[in-house]
């Protein structure tokens, strides 16, 4: 069966099959600044809202089907994940990326521009099955597909492929916290990003706390509470970013020195909220 499930906008769950929306889960969350600014804006969190959203998103883009485009060079965040990791594979500061992508699961990919187009547009996958042209179009453009057969989700074999492809500095998304140790524990210089965090406990942010590098805030207020005070540095205040280390810092400046817009600096005690956060934080 061709069944993909993510949660987006507001920890929604979402089903798609043959590319098409077939159930949608209730929101824990009403509002979310970053929502508004999406192509397909979503103001007001509604399972309505949020089915013509990705169903947008499987329209313009191909999200969870063959038609899937899989590079980008938009920029739709500022310190977003895929943007961050897209900057530091361009400067060559990291050899690989590991991240998640519809239709084919872990993947290693080299290139910034597929880092985001498969990253900037794509909510928190849960589960994927393969999509053999997806799988295939990874490949030629020199990716890696860690479970061509299965799609699985399991950072730590990406790990694993892109070590044995001699890819020795990495960057590794994860939503699950225990992959984050398990990564650390393997690979200590891997730098972690934790990313679509609505929802996590108490015990989950502590472990990305202890484990990740940079941590997305999202609408968590756990991850606000438990990482934002150990921050050595901030992105963002309304949805903010937690760098939580050097690695995940110089990840951040790198950014920094890419964006062409101009930046506010300032010192402060961390973490700084601000005005416009999602509401409620879960």
Known sequence: MDEHIIEAVGKCRIVIRDGRVVDVGMPRISSCPLARRFACPVDEITPEA?????????DSFGMCTPLR???SEEIFVGFGASEVISTSLKSRFIDAAVIACDGAGTVVVTRPDMAQGIGGRMSGLIRTTPIPEVINRIIEG??????????SLDPLAGVLAAKNAGHEHLV???HDPEDAKRVREHDPDAIIIAVHTTGYSAGDAEMVRQYADIVTACASGTV???CG??????AGSSVPVYVLTPAGKHLILLRMAAIDYPLFTT????PVSGERCPKPLV
Do not use: F, K, M
């Not at 020199?142 to 057969?149: H, K, N, R, W």
């Not at 005070?229 to 901030?234: E, G, H, M, S």
């Open 224 to 226: 606000r509470e438990i």
């Open 69 to 71: 485009e899989l590079t």
């Open 172 to 174: 590794v998304t994860i």
């Open 142 to 151: 020199g990716g890696i597909v860690a479970d061509p057969l299965n799609a």
């Open 267 to 270: 010192h402060a005690d961390l």
């Open 229 to 234: 005070p150990y921050a050595v540095l901030q």
């Open 50 to 58: 949020v089915r013509d959203n990705v169903q947008n998103r499987i």
